[in-house]
């Protein structure tokens, strides 16, 4: 019996009319396999895996196939999105097996969840090397029956190997200049200076390492640091892997010039991608990267916002080509000379296939092209092009649309939030500071949860407004405190501070070990076979790292001591890894760089319709220094009155207008700057921005 009918996972759903008995992750799955006496086969991907539909396509939907899986095994599928933890802890496995994961994953267990063989993808028959999955299937069965003591072994040993990876942290010191210009070093060594981007194909959006970038040029006036940043960006922007026509980037290029991305979108890389273009206009005022900025939020509210207010987690990479009928990856995005002719009419056809980049041979599959923009300058023409993007925009929406993953995962909804409530205030965007607002609100209503008479927790998922079944990891409590955090600086609102403390407290009480470091899943979560317990970026910034910037952020707040040492001891292990690793801990290098720089500490006081208030609060929004925490509102009220700043923001404490006007007050390592009336001022104490 398949039992993935009632599940909230797309991902899951979309498996439920397998003839594959399907369990979900759960105990009875592996009471069932130790009552039978067979093996566990575990298959883990997401929605939006093109390979994970080749393999489901393949071999799930298979009737043959499915029976000698269902003969022989206790079947288990799971949605990496909703268990990050059940993913790291045997994707390390398959990792230090076979040098190389990805999904699909499919691994499987003894009824002890111990693990024995591994692989990715495998095809229906054997072909690159690659035994075919029925293959597979069958000899795991034989070995099983046959060779049950070489099979326990090998399981154990296994288990052994990864409880022993356990962290040695040392309590290692935190940071310091030294290691962030080692990082940057290091950095330089591995940029492709003629493409922009770290290393060779398949090249990634490196998100959090421009972060860093940006924040180590506001710090230090590096001048390389701020080109990189900036050349990656426009190298991106221009590329295939940035929708030219409906904004929002792909995961990411299959080669190194960014032309042809892998084409499934996901929220994380928009909204961390949103949040650096954003961050480069601030710094360098870039008209490119305003745009980019904006389409890019307008991307996630158009295409991912959800009606309960949440943001989507994906749209597939694939979708149905008209001329087939079959799936295929990039038919929605990819255009022939002969289809924009035929939208555009031969004139505007021709200046679209020159403007864009598409050629009679194809920088795609079946002479299709990506679209991009290879021509460096500006666009030749700008209103006319405008006009056209539009009308391949409106001809394209015509097009069989990719699925969508509805499914709303905390961490990157937290991500989503900072970035449309910045966008928001940088670009006068009060529509994005709503999305992000009820974005925030969903948060609360949905995924705060009491169990058992317990103090509320944070679910990783949930989805048409229910909430998921799985606890939330570190990464959700840190981006989504970050999120609370940024909306909190934008809006003014201090329940969100109060909110983001409430996550912080939890991360203190339940992911924190005595050393400082820190574990993905609470101490009283599920217990898998490992712990996990990774300080290192992939696609997302670390739940490690992630906790520890807004750990920082929220100490710089409320002055609280606890929040600050948290922060600092976590942050011993980018000094360990920044220098030899930069590509994957920038978010960890970028949180340093806040604690290098203070961070700087700004509370904006005076009356809300004081039109100076708000330019001084603007004025503190763009300013570069790194991780600098902004609080604004109303004066504090005379001794022994009620006021709108008391219970909220602890920086407005005390805090008074001068001489009756707004004014804006600047700490820095203990110290304070005079206050300032004067916008010029206080950009100077903050480090001014090209976007002010």
């Known amino acids: 019996m398949n039992r993935l009918a009632g599940v909230t996972s797309p991902y899951l759903l979309q498996h439920a009319d397998n003839p594959v008995d399907w369990w979900p992750w759960e105990p009875g799955a592996f009471e069932e396999a130790k009552r039978r006496d067979v093996p566990v086969l575990l298959s883990v991907g997401y929605s939006a895996c093109h390979w994970c539909h080749v393999m489901a396509h393949e071999s799930f939907e298979d009737g043959d196939t499915a029976a000698y899986m269902n003969e022989h095994f206790v079947n288990v599928k799971v949605d990496r999105e909703e268990r990050p933890d059940v993913d790291a802890v045997y994707m390390e496995a398959v990792q230090a097996a076979t040098g190389q994961g990805g999904w699909p994953m499919t691994v499987f267990l003894t009824p002890d969840a111990e693990p024995f063989y ?76 003629a493409r922009g981007g770290f290393g060779g194909a398949p090249k990634f959006p490196p998100s959090m390492v421009l972060e860093f970038l940006l924040r180590h040029h506001a710090r230090t006036g590096a001048e390389g640091a701020l080109q990189m940043a900036a050349d990656t960006c426009e190298a991106m922007a221009r590329g295939g892997i940035y929708d030219q026509l409906g904004g929002g980037f792909a995961r990411y290029s299959v080669d190194r010039e960014w032309v042809v991305p892998h084409f499934e979108k996901m929220l994380y890389d928009n909204a961390l991608l949103c949040r650096v273009y954003a961050h480069l206009w601030r710094a360098t005022g870039s008209d490119l990267a305003r745009r980019v900025a904006l389409e890019t939020a307008d991307f996630m509210v158009r295409e991912l916002r959800t009606p309960e207010g949440g943001f989507a987690s994906a749209l597939d990479a694939d979708s149905e080509d008209p001329e087939t009928g079959k799936p295929a990856e990039g038919a929605y995005y990819a255009w022939t000379p002969a289809q924009l002719e035929e939208v555009l009419g031969a004139e505007d056809g021709a200046l679209a296939a020159a403007c864009f980049g598409v050629t009679q041979e194809g920088t795609f599959e079946h002479g299709a092209s990506v679209l991009r923009l290879p021509q460096d300058g500006p666009v030749v023409d700008a209103g006319r092009i405008a006009g056209i993007r539009q009308r391949l925009l409106a001809a394209r929406a015509a097009r ?74 570190l990464e959700d409590y840190g981006d989504v405190a970050e999120g609370f955090l940024a909306l909190a600086a934008v809006t003014g609102e201090g329940v969100w501070l109060e909110f983001a403390g409430f996550l912080l407290d939890l991360v203190l009480d339940r992911f924190t070990a005595e050393d400082g470091s ?81 961070p700087r500490e700004v509370a904006v006081v005076g009356r809300a319709d004081d039109p100076a208030r708000a330019e001084l609060h603007r004025t503190a ?64 104490q903050l480090g001014r921005s090209a976007g002010s």
């Open 118 to 193: 591994f692989g990715t993808y495998f095809p229906p028959e054997p072909r690159h090397g690659m035994p075919s999955f029925t293959q597979v299937l069958e000899g795991v069965s034989t070995a099983w029956a046959g060779r049950r003591e070489e099979v326990a072994e090998v399981a154990q040993r296994i288990t052994r190997d990864l409880a022993g990876r356990q962290l040695d942290y040392g309590r290692a010191a935190a940071p310091g200049p030294e290691e962030a210009a080692q990082a940057l070093l290091a950095l330089t060594r591995e940029y492709d200076e």
């Open 621 to 684: 929004l763009l300013a570069t220094a790194p991780g600098a925490v902004v609080a604004v509102g109303e004066p504090a009220p005379e001794e022994g009155g009620p006021g709108a700043a008391e219970g909220e923001f602890p920086l407005l404490a005390g805090r008074t207008p001068v001489e009756g006007r707004a004014a804006a007050y600047v700490c820095r390592h203990f110290v304070c700057a005079r206050p300032a009336a004067d916008p010029a001022e206080l950009a100077a």
């Open 400 to 473: 069989p649309a990719p699925g969508r993953d509805d499914k709303v995962v905390a961490a990157w909804n937290g991500l989503a939030v900072a970035a449309l409530a910045e966008c928001g205030a940088y670009f006068d965007r009060p529509d994005l500071i709503e999305r992000a607002t009820e974005a925030a609100d969903l948060l609360v209503r949905v995924h705060f949860r009491a169990e058992d008479g317990r103090a509320p927790r944070l679910a990783r998922t949930s989805k048409d407004g229910q909430v998921g079944a799985n606890a939330g990891v």
């Open 518 to 598: 820190l574990f993905d899943t609470a101490h009283d979560a599920e217990r898998l076979i490992r712990r996990p317990q990774d300080p290192t970026d992939t696609a997302a910034p670390s739940g490690w790292t992630a906790a520890a910037g807004a750990l920082l952020s929220y100490a710089a707040h409320t002055g609280s001591e606890a929040h600050r040492t948290a922060a600092e001891r976590a942050l011993g292990v980018v000094r360990a890894l920044g220098p030899r690793a930069p590509r994957f801990i920038g978010h960890g290098l970028a949180v340093a760089e806040a604690l290098l720089d203070g």
